[in-house]
Nanobody
Framework: QVQLQESGPGLVKPSQTLSLTCTVSGDSIITYPYYWSWIRQPPGKGLEWMGAIGYDGSTYYSPSLKSHTSISRDTSKNQFSLQLTSVTPEDTAVYYC?????????????WGQGTQVTVSS
């Protein structure tokens, strides 16, 4: 059974870059046809899909976040990562990594437990 675990700092200062890593076990991130996503939930709001990296290394981003979001992977470590630049307090959220079984349909079959990130000086 696939397991995902987010890691990274819980506190980031405004204007800095938020960097998170998702470590995957029980499956390979190069396995067809999965897409590995980052999703966040700000306090009191719904889930927001941020972007994904595919089994083939292709990347896809939410249009609203594309200008300051980057997703990459390290296949040797079976990890994928998120970088969000120039953060503001509005980027405070619980950040989840997830495996998309059907990215187009928005079906995410496996999730990490989530990690709280607060943007504050």
């Amino acid at each position: 059974q696939v397991q995902l675990q987010e890691s990274g700092p819980g506190l980031v200062k405004p204007s800095q870059t938020l960097s998170l890593t998702c470590t995957v076990s029980g499956d390979s991130i190069i396995t067809y046809p999965y897409y590995w996503s980052w999703i966040r939930q700000p306090p009191g709001k719904g889930l927001e899909w941020m972007g994904a990296i595919g089994y083939d290394g292709s990347t896809y981003y939410s249009p609203s976040l594309k200008s300051h979001t980057s997703i990459s992977r390290d296949t040797s470590k079976n990890q994928f990562s998120l970088q969000l630049t120039s953060v503001t307090p509005e980027d405070t959220a619980v950040y989840y990594c997830a495996r998309a079984d059907d990215l187009v349909a928005g079906y995410f079959g496996s999730w990490g437990q989530g990690t709280q990130v607060t943007v504050s000086s």
